[in-house]
């Protein structure tokens, strides 16, 4: 190593903070020029592609400040996580360089001027930072630990809990991955028993109704090491999260007491029942509707309609449904409600469920290219009678329904930071275990430049995304209403596993492209992830960037 890059290494640290000190002051112009252009995000329609950049400059700013603030809380313990460093400096120089990238191209609209980001001890550490010496030696360093991180956890509960399902995932999950996705078969039953088992289902459920109540770094820990070995795992309690925070936030005691035991215990596994074959993002356009009536003497809804994408739905034993109670389509999600709707399992990829009085669920799995083992629906309900006392909330509940959906979506989206950066850390592992064993022209090809330069880029961002998803965990457990960091972890994660799996893949070169190999299977998968829990366009423009807008 040359002596310019051992002294990058040793200043690592203070040119991270430099570097992501100007990244947030840059994106504070940024905002506040783009807040002004929108009228405080009320006119954001009007210029959707330059909202759409902000929302992922500040996110790429937020991710850099939380790594970077990583290795300063190593360095103040005296731990130093002299990789983590190197990987800070990195990443905040590559978002500085976008961010001055965005700003010569529109310095108009960014409300600033290029100089803002070019002074010249900037522009010198931005050289240090993504110089190819500097990203090579950090490719060098994760191929040396097969890919694996050592990320300090401060709670020392999902520390444990972390090292607990590691191994729980790799001796449980792993061995039956690759055979469940190629063969589309549903999660067995005796794994949903061993989950349950352990409390997964009660993760973020009170003690008080029979959870475990893990916390949300804990359940961000645990879903990461789970979707490492599998997405599908990692995705188990995703459903039974978004309706336990509906719950809580808005069904009654009675209600609470009711579900949420037997949700804990995986006696009751759930679906989600919103998107339809017509209505995907704009949720409070929902059509499927619900009308009061009685059966055999009992008041309740008839639900009739159409819902698409409900993963588990056929082994569901209940769905959490977001249908309108109010038909007028001025109430726009005023006028949608949540209901809990009993159901049997079913483990086909089609099922039929009837009532004595008549009404019926028909569910068809859609085929996809990866994301199996849950099998999503399209479900069909023809007056299905659900009863009054399974509205969410009870009569207050009536209208409150889109909203309480959301809140479940926001845990979610925090889980989906997880699941994405599971996916990226197994691709991550496995490009470095195929590249230190395979030999072209008689080398490793770890041993070639390029290589250790893809490996070291790909480990940076999957190291970004996991600190950005953490530090989300903290602000939701500070405040359940955290909107932004939530889908800002979401956002950025998913997109570094689409990217990072790719990579892999290509790594792998033919074999790569074999069902055989589960670097496959980590692409497909992580094509999911920008998709669901709130697709890709709509966090950026109406979460993200409609709050960053709006001062919020």
Not at 153 to 163: G, H, K
Not at 214 to 221: D, K
Not at 346 to 352: E, I, L, N, Y
């Amino acid at each position: 190593m040359g002596e310019s890059a051992k002294q990058t290494e040793a200043d690592a640290l203070a040119s991270a903070r430099r570097l992501a000190d100007a990244a947030s002051d840059a994106v504070d112009g940024i905002v506040a020029a783009a807040s002004r252009l929108t009228d405080g995000g009320r006119n954001i329609d009007d210029y959707q592609v330059h909202a759409e950049l902000v929302a992922q400059l500040a996110t790429e700013a937020r991710a850099s400040r939380e790594l970077v603030a990583y290795g300063e809380r190593q360095a103040a313990a005296g731990r130093r996580d002299a990789l983590a460093e190197l990987q800070a400096f990195t990443f905040a120089a590559e978002t500085v360089h976008r961010l001055r990238g965005a700003v010569e191209l529109d310095p108009d609209a960014c409300g600033l001027d290029s100089g803002q980001l070019d002074a010249e001890d900037l522009r010198s550490l931005v050289r240090q930072g993504l110089s190819e010496a500097h990203i090579r030696s950090i490719g060098t360093q994760v191929l040396a630990a097969r890919g694996a991180h050592a990320t300090v956890l401060e709670d020392q509960v999902a520390a444990l809990t972390r090292d607990q399902f590691r191994t729980f995932a790799r001796t449980e999950v792993a061995p039956i991955a690759q055979e469940m996705h190629r063969q589309d078969h549903l999660v067995p039953e005796q794994l949903i028993e061993k989950m349950a088992e352990l409390g997964l289902f009660g993760s973020s459920i009170p003690e008080s109704y029979g959870g475990t109540e893990m916390g949300y770094l804990t359940m961000v820990v645990l879903t990461e090491e789970l979707s490492a070995a599998s997405l599908v795992a990692g995705s188990l309690i995703t459903r039974s999260e978004i309706l336990t925070r509906a719950l809580l936030q808005g069904g009654t005691e009675e209600q609470r007491q009711s579900w949420l035991p037997r949700v804990a215990s995986g006696e009751l596994i759930v679906g989600i029942c919103v998107t339809e074959p017509d209505i995907g993002s704009d949720v409070a356009s929902v059509q499927c509707k619900a009308t009061a009536g009685e059966q055999d003497g009992r008041r309740g809804w008839f639900i009739d309609g159409a819902k698409a994408w409900a993963t588990f739905a056929g082994r569901a034993n209940i769905l959490s449904l977001l249908a309108r109670t109010d038909p007028d389509p001025a109430a726009g999600a005023r006028g949608l409600s949540l209901f809990i709707v009993e159901k049997d399992p079913f483990d086909g990829h089609s099922f039929v469920q009837e009532q004595p009085g008549g009404g019926s669920i028909t569910g068809t799995a859609n085929p996809t290219p990866g994301y199996r083992g849950m099998h999503s629906f399209t479900l069909a309900f023809d007056r299905y009678f659900v009863p009054e006392e399974n509205l969410v909330g009870g009569e207050a509940g009536l209208g409150r329904g889109f909203y309480l959906q959301m809140g479940g979506f926001a845990a979610g989206r925090l889980q989906t930071g997880g699941r994405a950066t599971g996916v990226g850390q197994a691709s991550l592992e496995k490009a470095c275990a195929y590249a230190l064993e395979r030999r072209q022209f008689d080398r490793p090809i770890a041993e070639y430049q390029l290589t250790q330069h893809k490996i070291g880029r790909m480990a940076t961002h999957v190291a970004a995304g996991r600190h950005l998803t953490y530090a989300a965990a903290r602000a939701m457990a500070e405040d359940e209403r955290a909107a932004v960091e939530p889908a800002m972890c979401k956002l950025f994660a998913s997109d570094v596993a689409v990217w990072v799996s790719q990579e892999a893949q290509l790594i792998h070169g033919g074999w790569g492209y074999s069902e055989e190999d589960p670097v496959s299977r980590y692409v497909v998968d992580a094509l999911v992830l920008p998709i669901f829990e709130g697709v890709k366009p709509i966090l950026e423009l109406k979460i993200i960037a409609r709050q960053l807008l709006a001062g919020r």
